[in-house]
């Protein structure tokens, strides 16, 4: 596991972020862990045992862009079989990984799935973070006294599935398919056109989508391109 400096997380290009590189050490540095923590204002306070047991989750080849405690919302996107979890949530290079306290419940989702992101304040010191997948939605709390954090949550998640999920599933059509694949070819193509970020016009969502492609937001189905 690496753990991106905080540094990096605030000014460095994403598109320079190593992608190959030696395996590192299983346990990350507590120093790098508090740096993390103190770029998005993460209380580790009465946390630290979620913590603690998300950690492992994280693999030797993810760099971990952030971390933290939380409750989570998990639902399909019609609003049916709606759960609520208190756990801890990680972004890496890879995918989006929750675990519930109680261990019972591990949610993975892979970066090239998720397609539309939004953030906002609910209160003085308390916010929400939010994503959508084809088939669900997910709303994390976030409490920070800094109004700034919560923009910076997602603005971090938006580069990360932008800039390693078009390759993610590229990756995942050769391994069913085989390189020669003309799915894989027309992605390949796709991939080289960029990805970008339209935000909705009426419900502001941030929706990541193919250039020449109409979508639709993922939160108020409003038409995009």
């Keep these: 596991m690496k753990i991106l400096d905080a540094k990096q997380i605030m000014t460095a290009d994403i598109n320079q972020l190593p992608q190959t590189r030696t395996p590192p050490p299983t346990e990350p540095r507590r120093d790098d862990l508090k740096a993390l923590f103190k770029v998005f204002d993460v209380s580790t306070f009465m946390y630290r045992s979620d913590i603690r047991k998300t950690l492992p989750l994280v693999r030797n080849d993810e760099i971990l862009f952030y971390l933290k405690p ?19 949530i990680f972004f890496s290079n890879r995918r989006v990984l929750f675990r519930a306290t109680s261990g019972m419940v591990i949610e993975e989702f892979d970066l090239h799935d998720i397609h539309s992101v939004a953030s906002q304040k609910t209160g003085f010191v308390s916010g ?5 997948t084809d088939k669900q939605r997910v709303d994390f709390d976030m409490t ?3 109004s700034t954090v919560y923009g910076r949550v997602e603005s971090t998640l938006i580069r990360v599935v932008m800039e390693f999920g078009p390759n993610l599933y590229v990756e995942k059509l050769r391994q069913d398919h085989g390189s020669n694949s003309p799915a894989v070819q027309q992605l390949q193509d796709s991939v ?15 929706n990541i989508i193919i250039p020449g492609i109409v979508g639709k937001c993922e939160y108020c189905d409003r038409l995009i391109d």
């Design 70 to 88: 939380t409750k989570a919302t998990i639902a399909n996107k019609d609003g049916s079989n709606r759960n609520i979890h208190h756990g801890a």
């Design 192 to 206: 080289a056109n960029k990805a970008r970020v339209v935000e909705c016009t009426s419900c502001a969502a941030q």
């Design 144 to 146: 920070s006294s800094e």
């Design 128 to 132: 929400q973070l939010s994503f959508c």
